[in-house]
């Protein structure tokens, strides 16, 4: 059975990723996103299949350059952890350092541009869009900005 993992910051981000529950059970799962109090109670719903990496929000600019060297440390633990075939992600900026991990590693990476976003790339699509094996938007408008992405239509 295939191994994925499923990474996104929390928020919408983390909304759109879990839609795609219905697939989880077809893979040997694993979800990363960031600790908050609105998200903490996941662990219950997904034992032993949920991890969580620093909350990490640009708003706090002179705190932020250091909670991301944590995270990333942070993922490249999770990742040699889990060693996932594919990282499934949403953005945003927590899913940028597990992303290029995983592809110095050999993994396939799916990303989902947000649905957010109708007529502008993301600092972490615009990242990704260059390494990622499949890139989404859930726009077709956004096929301009990606012309080699797959448009899939919205995630909700």
Excluded at 3 to 13: C, D, P, Q
Excluded at 17 to 40: A, P, R, V, W
Aim: glycine share 8%; net charge positive.
């Amino acid at each position: 059975m295939k191994k994925v993992m499923f990474i996104s910051s929390t928020g919408g981000h983390l909304t759109e990723l879990l839609e795609l529950e219905k697939i989880f059970g077809k893979y040997d799962y694993h979800i990363i996103t960031e600790k908050t109090k609105s998200n903490i109670n996941l662990k219950n719903k997904y034992i032993n299949r949920i991890n969580f990496l620093v909350y990490g929000t640009k708003d706090h600019i002179l705190i932020y350059p250091f909670k991301l060297i944590i995270n990333c440390f942070k993922s490249l633990y999770f990742y040699l952890k889990i060693k996932p075939d594919f990282i499934v992600t949403t953005g945003a900026h927590t899913a940028g350092p597990m992303c290029m991990i995983g592809k110095i590693f050999g993994s396939k990476i799916i990303y989902i541009e947000t649905f957010a976003n109708i007529n502008s790339k993301t600092i972490t699509g615009k990242l990704i869009y260059k390494f990622a094996d499949l890139f989404i938007v859930q726009w077709e408008s956004m096929l301009k900005l990606y012309p080699k992405a797959t448009y899939g239509g919205w995630i909700f």
